[in-house]
């Protein structure tokens, strides 16, 4: 399934809920291609609770998968999901960082909160 038809099946999961379905679409689609989201794959899911955007339990469209980064010099693919609050585009993305097993979030990050939600301005 290409990209296009893969968001689509996963708006369709989330009628009603965007203002602007193909404004979604259309940046989803961005991020996919984009080397940054090559390994994201869209699907639906409800929206954490501090994500905000009053989705109140519908399923919204989440991007999930892994964002690779370098830190001295190793470098390392971090799985992350990315909610698409209701408002969407008037308020940003809800980006949360999703350990495995063997990875932790460092205690204090100051980008990163301790349930995985990273708190960036240039969201």
């Known amino acids: 399934?290409?990209?296009?038809?893969?968001?689509?099946?996963?708006?369709?999961?989330c009628s009603g809920v965007y203002n602007d379905p193909p404004?979604?679409?259309?940046?989803?689609?961005?991020?996919?291609?984009?080397?940054?989201?090559s390994h994201l794959r869209p699907s639906t899911g409800p929206l954490p609770a501090e994500g905000g955007g009053g989705a109140a339990g519908r399923p919204v469209l989440v991007f999930g998968g892994t964002?690779?980064?370098?830190?001295?010099?190793?470098?390392?693919?971090?799985?992350?999901?990315?909610?698409?609050?209701?408002?969407?585009?008037?308020?940003?993305p809800a980006v949360y960082v999703r350990p495995t097993a063997s990875m932790a979030i460092k205690p204090n990050h100051p980008h990163v909160g301790s349930d995985g939600q990273v708190y960036m301005p240039y969201l």
Do not use: F, K, T
């Open 67 to 92: 964002i690779s980064m370098d830190y001295r010099g190793a470098a390392y693919n971090i799985p992350v999901d990315v909610y698409l609050p209701p408002p969407y585009p008037h308020r940003p």
């Open 1 to 13: 399934m290409d990209v296009e038809s893969s968001i689509a099946a996963s708006l369709a999961r």
């Open 23 to 37: 404004r979604a679409s259309r940046d989803g689609g961005r991020l996919l291609r984009s080397p940054v989201g």
